[in-house]
């Protein structure tokens, strides 16, 4: 089992509609998530980060953390063609290394106009 | 331009050659993270210095790469005797806590 696992994709959704971006992990004890945006050739660049579980807004972004499940996802309202990119995932190990994060494969976003 | 910054952004060399890739972390930043990350993955976990001391190196990073960071501030990688399966993309990140913030990245291509 990988440790953190993402949908590839693409994922397609129209402009103006709510795209659902998933993360499941491996590692339990895991305190904090993190999620970046990637646009083609670019670095990744840090979006949201949540600790809690339930949700956490911020703007058109919402992630969502169920420990008990082990899975974080970001919710994308009102989908405009600049957001599409990958969104990777991120998740610290459970000593809270924060080091060593292991990122996800990421999923691609597609937004068509 | 206070963000993370390396030098330099795309780098060519034969298979063979030696290469050096500079990063300059936030200031404020004690923690800095070399990553490489190839096409359609995730950035793939190099190396980490808080301060100037190496903490962790990924197991996968053979003995041809070497990373400093003498002050604890900018950070050099070093690979040695690249061969073509070194190209990618090398990411920079630092930190003050947790969350981590990269760099443009520097692309090497290794013909």
């Known amino acids: 089992q990988k440790e953190v696992e993402q949908n590839s994709g693409p994922l397609s959704v129209p402009e103006g509609a709510i795209a659902s971006l998933n993360c499941t992990y491996s590692d339990r004890g895991s305190q904090s998530f993190f999620w970046y945006r990637q646009y083609s050739g670019k670095s990744p660049e840090l979006i949201m980060s949540i600790y809690s579980n339930g949700d956490k807004e911020d703007g058109r972004f919402t992630a969502q953390l169920n420990k008990a499940s082990q899975y974080v996802s970001l919710l994308i309202r009102d989908s405009q063609p600049s957001d599409s990119a990958t969104y990777l995932c991120a998740v610290p190990p459970r000593s809270g290394g924060y080091q060593k994060v292991t990122f996800g494969t990421g999923t691609k976003l597609q937004v068509i106009p | 331009d206070t963000g993370v910054s390396q030098d330099p952004r795309h780098k060519i060399t034969k298979r063979g050659q030696n290469v050096t890739f500079r990063c300059d972390p936030i200031?404020?930043?004690?923690?800095l993270y070399w990553y490489r990350q190839t096409l359609g993955q995730g950035p793939e976990f190099l190396t980490y210095f808080q301060n100037e001391a190496q903490l962790e190196k990924s197991r996968l990073l053979s003995d041809r790469f070497s990373a400093e960071r003498p002050k604890g501030s900018f950070s050099t990688l070093e690979i040695q005797r690249t061969e073509q399966g070194d190209s990618a993309m090398y990411l920079c990140a630092s930190s003050f806590q947790d969350a981590q913030y990269f760099g443009p990245g520097t692309r090497l291509t290794v013909l």
């Open positions: 200031s404020e930043h004690n923690r």
